[in-house]
């Protein structure tokens, strides 16, 4: 610390012993006062330095968020760190069937430019992985969570090219035009859905599923992708508002309770058809035979 008080041991030794006290007194006094005065100023000195410090972190951190380059490098290292854990997905559970590099083998197609819309399409409505082989791939609860399914998704696109993951929001399902949805609807898809979107068999043990459980976003997907024998339904034939008015059609009919009572499974004519000779015309020979079975002849 400092030299001038640092004797008070010699200082005895040195003087009188009748004038020790107030020459005691004095050094002992000495070094107090100047530590008090130093260690104010001391830490005010510490205190400003460390203001500095903050000030000068603060105005980095100022001056970064608004000088460093936004979004794109970020964000394409976000799509590589997806796209190498949707290999690693890949490698595992799909490779198998449609070879290392998604080039297909014996038992899968190639995946190379089926875009990111056929994995999201098939792999959330659990259709991908496929559990065995079939005519068709059955809808199962999807064992993949979202970001496993957007990683998947990313590495497949990544192969090159095909359809992006449509966005489809309440926003632009409310805005659609119901009545142009339902008019797409009946002419492109009733076909083979049936016309309350209750499904059918098509030829060769395969069928056109039940959309009761399609979201807008797989609805879309499943236009745009062609999934087996469905055809594609590109941006040229239904736009992207098509689209969007096609899958909130579905939605309202899926949501829609059946006014009418029973809804016979949404079959149709048929079982309504075949309720009412069964029920109503069976009835009526029964009241018949009834009152013949009463008369007294
Ligand atoms: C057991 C074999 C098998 C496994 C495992 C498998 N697939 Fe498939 N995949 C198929 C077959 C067969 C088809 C074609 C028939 C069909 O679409 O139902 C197909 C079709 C697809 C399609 C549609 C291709 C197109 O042309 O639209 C995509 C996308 C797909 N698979 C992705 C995946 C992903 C992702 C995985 C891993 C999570 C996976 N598959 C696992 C056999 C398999
Ligand atoms: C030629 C018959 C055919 C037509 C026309 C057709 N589809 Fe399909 N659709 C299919 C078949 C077959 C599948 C099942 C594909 C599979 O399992 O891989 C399917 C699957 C779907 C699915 C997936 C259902 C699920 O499991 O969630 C949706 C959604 C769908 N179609 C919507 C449509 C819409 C919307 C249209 C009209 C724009 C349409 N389809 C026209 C045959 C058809």
Same mark, same amino acid.
Request: include cysteine.
């Given at each position: 610390?400092?030299?001038?008080?640092?004797?008070?041991?010699?200082?005895?030794?040195?003087?009188?012993?009748?004038?020790?006290?107030?020459?005691?007194?004095?050094?002992?006094?000495?070094?107090?006062?100047?530590?008090?005065?130093?260690?104010?100023?001391?830490?005010?000195?510490?205190?400003?330095?460390?203001?500095?410090?903050?000030?000068?972190?603060?105005?980095?951190?100022?001056?970064?968020?608004?000088? &460093? =380059?936004?979004?794109?490098?970020?964000?394409?290292?976000?799509?590589? %760190? !997806?796209? #190498?854990? /949707?290999?690693?997905?890949?490698?595992?559970?799909?490779?198998?069937?449609?070879?290392?590099?998604?080039?297909?083998?014996?038992?899968?197609?190639?995946?190379?430019?089926?875009?990111?819309?056929?994995?999201?399409?098939?792999?959330?409505?659990?259709?991908?992985?496929?559990?065995?082989?079939?005519?068709?791939?059955?809808?199962?609860?999807?064992?993949?969570?979202?970001?496993?399914?957007?990683?998947?998704?990313?590495?497949?696109?990544?192969?090159?090219?095909?359809?992006?993951?449509?966005?489809?929001?309440?926003?632009?399902?409310?805005?659609?035009?119901?009545?142009?949805?339902?008019?797409?609807?009946?002419?492109?898809?009733?076909?083979?859905?049936?016309?309350?979107?209750?499904?059918?068999?098509?030829?060769?043990?395969?069928? &056109? =599923?039940?959309?009761?459980?399609?979201?807008?976003?797989?609805?879309? %997907? !499943?236009? #745009?992708? /062609?999934?087996?024998?469905?055809?594609?339904?590109?941006?040229?034939?239904?736009?992207?508002?098509?689209?969007?008015?096609?899958?909130?059609?579905?939605?309202?009919?899926?949501?829609?309770?059946?006014?009418?009572?029973?809804?016979?499974?949404?079959?149709?004519?048929?079982?309504?058809?075949?309720?009412?000779?069964?029920?109503?015309?069976?009835?009526?020979?029964?009241?018949?035979?009834?009152?013949?079975?009463?008369?007294?002849?």
């Amino acid at each position: 610390m400092t030299e001038t008080p640092d004797t008070p041991s010699d200082m005895p030794s040195e003087t009188p012993s009748d004038s020790a006290p107030s020459e005691l007194a004095a050094p002992v006094a000495a070094p107090k006062r100047p530590a008090r005065k130093r260690g104010p100023s001391a830490r005010r000195r510490r205190r400003s330095s460390a203001l500095v410090l903050v000030f000068g972190l603060l105005a980095t951190g100022v001056l970064w968020t608004m000088l &460093a =380059p936004t979004g794109n490098a970020t964000q394409t290292a976000d799509a590589n %760190e !997806a796209v #190498r854990q /949707g290999r690693a997905l890949y490698m595992q559970g799909c490779s198998t069937c449609h070879g290392l590099g998604g080039g297909g083998s014996t038992t899968g197609p190639s995946l190379v430019g089926v875009g990111a819309a056929a994995v999201d399409f098939q792999v959330s409505t659990g259709r991908m992985p496929l559990a065995a082989p079939a005519a068709q791939a059955d809808r199962k609860p999807p064992i993949y969570s979202a970001t496993q399914i957007d990683q998947l998704a990313a590495f497949v696109a990544s192969l090159g090219g095909g359809p992006e993951v449509p966005k489809v929001d309440d926003k632009s399902l409310s805005d659609a035009d119901l009545a142009h949805g339902g008019e797409l609807y009946r002419a492109n898809c009733a076909q083979c859905h049936n016309a309350s979107g209750q499904g059918a068999p098509l030829t060769y043990g395969k069928f &056109a =599923p039940s959309l009761s459980e399609s979201t807008p976003k797989q609805i879309v %997907e !499943a236009m #745009r992708t /062609g999934p087996e024998s469905m055809p594609v339904f590109g941006d040229r034939q239904l736009s992207e508002e098509d689209a969007v008015a096609v899958a909130a059609f579905i939605k309202h009919m899926n949501e829609t309770a059946s006014p009418g009572g029973f809804s016979l499974g949404k079959y149709g004519p048929v079982p309504e058809g075949l309720l009412a000779m069964l029920v109503g015309i069976g009835g009526l020979l029964a009241v018949c035979l009834w009152i013949g079975a009463r008369q007294k002849v």
